[in-house]
């Protein structure tokens, strides 16, 4: 993957509505347990990895998935899930993910990325440090807070008894629509936080992080995010009260 801040007139700009292919930038456990459940619900799923799309190409197949590089992925897409270390998100081609669903899946870890202070700042989240370097991509944050094993055992029908949610962020009330549908056919009840800001609160250290619990019991945790000691800490990081803008797909 190269970065690419140009603007090119070829660059696709799709706008929301169903997904039904679905690009994976990342084939290590997440991206196929990903990869996994959404070709078990139907959906065209391609996946990218560094290197050789070869290196893949069996384990991808035998999950229904179709290994490919990473131009292909974006380009043949509906919505682009991003399961790389968050430390490379740089790396990124920015014109080809130019108008396109993005559903940002990462976190920092220090043991991948290092060091860095832009990551460990409390005054925003990772996800907008994303959405600034993807100029004209529109980001989501979801699928990243769950534990990649949870999402492999958990995922049900819906309607199912002690069916697991999964919290999404989003700043366009399209995209949350479509990634929560996207979530619901992967096997758990979507839950708006609200804002792409809001994506503070499933990163590591709140307690929605690695939560595999129901919508209501989610929906509880980030209710009480403000008065936690992290979301302490991020309000003081912001300058005073903890409030994220809402959307109005939030119900």
């Known amino acids: 993957m190269t970065h690419d801040r140009s603007a090119t007139p070829t660059a696709s700009r799709r706008p929301s509505g169903p997904v039904r292919a679905l690009g994976i930038l990342g084939a290590g456990r997440l ?61 990124l081609p920015v014109a080809a993910l130019r108008g396109r669903l993005v559903i940002d899946a990462m976190n920092h870890w220090w043991e991948a990325d290092g060091l860095r202070p832009d990551f460990e700042d409390r005054r925003t989240s990772t996800s907008e440090i994303v959405q600034r370097h993807l100029v004209g991509a529109r980001v989501v944050k979801a699928l990243g807070h ?24 989003g700043d366009q009330p399209a995209d949350l629509a479509a990634v929560a549908r996207l979530v ?6 979507p839950v708006i936080a609200g804002a792409l ?46 409030g994220f803008p809402r959307t109005s797909s939030e119900g």
């Open 31 to 91: 991206g196929s347990v990903l990869a996994e459940l959404a070709a078990s619900a139907g959906y065209t799923v391609r996946v990218a990895a560094s290197g050789d799309p070869a290196r893949i190409a069996r384990p991808m197949a035998a999950i229904g998935a179709t290994a490919a590089p990473a131009e292909t992925v974006i380009a043949e897409s509906d919505a682009v899930v991003l399961a790389i270390p968050l430390g490379r998100f740089t790396d």
């Open 146 to 169: 769950m534990g990649y094993q949870d999402l492999r055992d958990d995922a049900r029908p819906p309607g199912s008894p002690g069916r697991a949610a999964i919290a999404i962020a």
């Open 184 to 189: 619901d056919d992967l096997g758990f009840d």
């Open 197 to 242: 800001a809001a994506g503070v609160m499933l990163e590591p250290g709140a307690e929605a992080f690695g939560a595999d619990v129901g919508a209501a019991e989610l929906r509880a945790m980030l209710d009480r995010f403000p008065t936690s000691q992290h979301g302490i800490v991020v309000a003081r990081a912001r300058g005073g009260a903890l």
